[in-house]
Every structure is written in C-alpha cells, then in structure tokens.
C-alpha cells in the first residue's frame, strides 16, 4: 500500500494594497478619451454634407451601418 502524500498546512493569503489613484491623475486620461468620442460620434452621425471634413462619400460608406445601429438617419 502507499503513504498518504504529505499535507502542508494552509497559511493566510497576502493582501495586496490597492493602488489609490485621484480623479486629478485621472483627468487627462478622461479629456482624451472625451475628444476621441466626440470625433467617433462626428465621424459616425455627421461627416458628409456641408460639415464634411473628407470629400467624397467614402466615410459614409465606411461607417453607414454604425450609423444605422446608433440611430442616425442617412437617407
């Protein structure tokens, strides 16, 4: 017959500290991301026209299904 394996004992987790970041650390992160959704929501909702910033029709094209999933009309 075989020996049992040994069991070690059970020892307490480590606790990690949590890093504690200010909402002024993370300003800048959301200004960036706040201009990057506005020009996702300009590119997606108005980028043709008199406001077009590409001539052409070729962003509409690129993004016309986003357009119908968030709402905007197109045609």
């Known amino acids: 017959m075989s020996t049992p394996a040994a069991v070690e004992p ?4 480590t606790t990690v500290p949590v890093p504690v970041v200010s909402l002024r ?14 020009l996702a929501i300009y590119f997606v909702g108005a980028e043709e026209g008199a406001t077009s910033v590409f001539a052409g029709s070729n962003v509409h094209e690129l993004v016309h299904d986003a ?3 968030l709402g905007f009309p197109c045609h």
């Open 10 to 13: 059970r020892t307490a987790p």
């Open 25 to 38: 650390g993370l300003l800048p992160y959301w200004i960036f991301a706040g201009i990057v959704l506005m």
């Open 67 to 69: 357009r119908h999933l």
